[in-house]
């Protein structure tokens, strides 16, 4: 089975190594990039490198850039829509998520709590990805 690369933008570690975990407890093999803010993120993805993600997971609570401006950044490079990008983040106010649909192909999920849930995203992430 070919290795899903996904792009994971959060600037907590715990929740990154808790992802990677859930993947392997699900069976999925992934490779996974991490970025720490928003401005890494989108050094990340410059230069048509973010076309070779197939999944870019962003928090929206991140340290100099926000998931939004960087949502908005990847459709400015035209990451977006060529790579799902999914918004994800434990509390995203009504109106910031009415203005980031505009953006492109961002898909939200709450950010949860538990590793039960963890495993969860692993799987609904893996089926943005391609099929292999």
């Given at each position: 089975?070919?290795?899903?690369?996904?792009?994971?933008?959060?600037?907590?570690?715990?929740?990154?190594?808790?992802?990677?975990?859930?993947?392997?407890?699900?069976?999925?093999?992934?490779?996974?990039?991490?970025?720490?803010?928003?401005?890494?993120?989108?050094?990340?993805?410059?230069?048509?490198k973010g076309q070779s993600f197939?999944?870019?997971?962003?928090?929206?609570?991140?340290?100099?850039?926000?998931?939004?401006?960087?949502?908005?950044?990847?459709?400015?490079?035209?990451?977006?829509?060529?790579?799902?990008?999914?918004?994800?983040?434990?509390?995203?106010?009504?109106?910031?998520?009415?203005?980031?649909?505009?953006?492109?192909?961002?898909?939200?999920?709450?950010?949860?709590?538990?590793?039960?849930?963890?495993?969860?995203?692993?799987?609904?992430?893996?089926?943005?990805?391609?099929?292999?």
């Amino acid at each position: 089975m070919a290795s899903l690369r996904l792009l994971v933008v959060d600037d907590n570690g715990d929740d990154v190594a808790l992802l990677k975990h859930a993947f392997g407890a699900q069976g999925l093999t992934a490779e996974i990039v991490r970025a720490s803010d928003g401005v890494e993120a989108v050094q990340l993805c410059s230069d048509g490198k973010g076309q070779s993600f197939h999944v870019i997971l962003l928090d929206y609570y991140l340290p100099k850039l926000d998931g939004g401006q960087v949502a908005v950044r990847l459709k400015e490079m035209g990451v977006i829509p060529g790579v799902p990008v999914v918004l994800f983040t434990s509390h995203l106010p009504p109106v910031q998520e009415a203005a980031l649909k505009g953006t492109g192909s961002l898909t939200f999920m709450e950010k949860p709590t538990d590793f039960t849930g963890f495993c969860a995203v692993a799987t609904r992430i893996a089926d943005l990805g391609p099929s292999f």
